[in-house]
């Protein structure tokens, strides 16, 4: 509120709430008539109370001409900023969730969702909900449930303290008119007459049950270490006010049944007691008198009073006793079992339990409701807040969405943290990063919400273009109401997910609807799929920075993402200016793939290493299974493809764009299909592919590690063995980067993967905190490396006669049988196996574990028989 009315003088205003809100002085009280049904009539439009000369000072001070934050002169008048208003709108916004949180812990018994849905705080076409009696603000809601018994539902009235009283004015009588103004130019006469008529106007419409559980979520996350909805607020409150309470009015023990019972009713469990006492029926309102509504006021004075902060004189009969003269025994529980000795200490300890929470509600209320605490824009972000969330209770109808999704009888999420990361999804209350393996069921995070929310948009943001589309069509297959951007056709009150790809953000329209989304309170969550992209690719940077505005309008972020390094998450953060960003992270590593790492000095043997794998492969595949291969660049696609006598999936054919597109289409259908079992592709086509019997998957000079995983992760879907391997040039060997902050594609990492000699998981495992060989993890296919390592003791005598030497255990370099050389410039007319099946010569290639080229791969570029110095080699064949 300090940000919206910077600069405004209200200080006349100020004095008279102070005086209306002195109790023991009831000529400064703000006139209403409780008896007035009139529609449009409320103490805030009674004439006495001399309201209206403010509505008009917030929006005067906006446009004034020495300042042009939101306005600016031209020739032609004023020019309202519309980001600017934008930002006001969603200061509002902000200020509301505060007030309802605070309102909903300072108030005698919390409300259901259901009885705060559009209240209003003047009389339409229902009855008002706030009035101003005794000095008091007061809320009246209705309550339904006694309609069923009584025929008529019941009104319950609840006071305000005064703090937030003054806040509630201020917002309604100087904030909501200059508000409406500013919402009839940004969007429609609908929405802004929201604010002539609603106290709680949020995103665009009345705050409802969904958004109220989001609020309280967030609120009490922070304050109460684990978040709360509306009911568990309940619940809680009830407890906390029956404690509060009995303490205050230091009632006689006779007397405490009528008031416990009494204090009941504000949860509405009898209407009988409820009309008794304190519930006001609705055909009877309009006859009220102040003395009726006082037996319901007095409880949420002395709730306050317990809280401190009550009003400054209350009656003597709520005045506080001291508590430190309160004593609580701790009853020593006898051995055996006596059921009069546990029920006595339990009500014994109950009273230190309330006094505990005492304590964490003063601070949380205290923190909501101190305006310069809670309502001033938060500070500069300076290093984001990390936090690997461990107590995240998964709820169990959690499991019924994947049923749904999937038509499992029996759901089971991949991991424990498939299923955390879809209940913070859920929840909606925390910007979220999910690190789940190449096929660790990222996607549930947002096929699922779109199948069980009934309104609000979830939208995906995808890197690539063909991840997009494949989204869209899985979306559809599941029967979720689905767009795909850019469309004609997107209804906002149907449609439940929009895929879009990243680069539409640029172009400024889809950035404009989402805000238009977003300031309607359509727009549920944004998700970014492959969220390592946004560090790694600059093409995808400045498209995902477009998206930071929505944070400041209270849109939650999921990350999702199976490469993501954790030096790496920090700088994620910040990209989006979070402050808070809560991790879960799955073990990446794939059990079931074999990995194989080959480095090279001659393309042309690289080409025909490549044939003899891809034709073994293909000639022993069955009917389901698949192949790809991955290739650094569309020239070298188009070579490997000519090679292997399969299809290539680029995003350039012709130069047409419908035509590509067609032809992207038709290639991708095809390997899907089994019409083409294999294909060649750059990595924007492997990224998102979930076919479960991918069972070769060939990596051809690859950019970084993050392209090695993300590529061989396509393959083993199903669980069953699956064969990736990686074949390299030297002159594509990353250099050595020592800045491991800001290699967030893993540069580094692949330098150690294609020149130390050492098992392959090792490197590829550090996108965990730990990573381990192929013979510690249990289950695990050992790679070429590990499979190749002896198995034969050797004694520890000999190893530190080794050691003493100064020398390493022998390595296990692998001694290939090469076919004689080809020409690269003849590589295309490699066909088939057939064509090299001539007597090879016994060609041995340089071990991987040299980081530089040796002698013998300079002298391998112009002869058939090259030998490299051989020490205790383990010699294997590769013509079978």
Known sequence: MLAILDGVDISSLEEQIDAALTLDKSEGWFKDVLRNDEAGYSFFTDERNGFRRYEDSLMNHLCRADSNVYAFDTPDGYQLKPNAL??????????????????????????????????????????????FTNGVLTFVTFYNKTQHNTGRPSMIPRAVPPRLARLFIILIAVIYPCTRVIAAILHTKQHAVLYETCIFVHRGRPLNTERMTEILRRFTQESFIFPLGVRDCRHLMKFVLKHAVGIALQDETSENS???????????????????????????????????????????????????????HLPANLQIHSLETRQTQTPI??????????????????????????????????????????????????????????????????????????????????????GEIFELVMQNTRHVLGILPTGGGKSLMFYGPPLVESEGITVVISPFASLAHQQYNEAKSHGIDVAH?????????????????????????????????????????????????????????????????FIDLGVTLVFLTATMYRQSIPALAKAFAIDQLEVIAAPTV?????????????QAILLHHLLEAYQSAYDRRKEHERLLVYCRSYKECEIVGNLLRIPTYKAHYTGDTTEDAKKKQQCQDGWLSGITPALVATTGFGTGINHPHVTHVFVINPYDMVGVTQQTGRAGRSGELAHTVVLALRKYIPKHSPDLALDHAGQHRLFQLLTLNSCRRIPLGEFDEESHSCHSLPGCIPCDYCEKLPVSYIPFHI????????????????RYTYAPR??????????????????????????????????????????DDVSMPITLQLYITLTQ
């Open 86 to 131: 934008s930002s006001f709108i969603h200061d509002v916004d902000e200020l509301v969730e505060h007030l309802y949180a605070a309102l909903n812990f300072t108030w005698a018994g919390a409300a259901r969702g259901t009885e705060i849905e559009d209240i209003r705080y003047r009389n339409g076409h229902a009855s008002r909900n706030i009035y």
């Open 258 to 312: 009528s008031l416990y019972r009494i204090l009941d009713e504000l949860w509405g469990h009898s209407s009988k007691v409820s009309q008794t006492y304190y519930a006001v029926e609705q055909d009877t309102f309009s006859h009220i008198a102040s003395n009726e509504v006082t037996k319901a006021q007095i409880f949420s004075l002395a709730y306050h009073e317990w809280l401190g902060i009550g009003y400054q």
């Open 333 to 418: 529980i006898a051995n055996k079992l006596d059921t009069s000795a546990i029920i006595q200490a339990i009500y014994s300890t109950i009273p230190v339990i309330g006094d505990a929470l005492q304590a964490t509600v003063f601070d949380a209320v205290q923190k909501t409701v101190n305006p310069p605490a809670a309502l001033s824009r938060p500070p500069e972000l300076n290093e984001p807040t990390i936090c690997k969330s461990t107590t995240i209770i998964v709820h169990p109808s959690r499991k019924l969405v994947l049923q749904r999704l999937y038509g499992t009888s029996e759901p089971q999420f991949t991991s424990p943290q498939q």
């Open 485 to 549: 951007w850019p469309s004609p056709d997107i209804d906002c009150s149907n449609v439940r997910l929009l895929v879009a790809h990243a680069e539409h953000l640029n172009s400024g329209q889809l950035d404009d609807w989402l805000l238009a989304a977003s300031n309607l309170g359509l727009l549920r969550r944004i998700i970014f799929d492959e969220a390592h992209e946004i560090l790694i690719s600059s093409n995808y940077r400045d498209c995902y920075s477009k998206v930071k505005q």
């Open 590 to 602: 794939r059990l079931n793939l074999r990995y194989q790492v080959d480095v090279y000095s001659d």
């Open 799 to 814: 190893f530190s006669l080794t050691l003493t030497r100064n020398q390493d255990l022998a390595p296990v370099p692998p």
């Open 822 to 863: 080809v020409d690269f410039a003849h590589a295309n007319h490699l066909q088939s196996s057939k064509a090299l099946n001539t007597r090879p010569t016994q060609v041995t290639r340089s071990h991987v574990g040299s980081a530089n080229p040796s002698t013998s791969d300079q002298s391998n570029r112009g002869s």
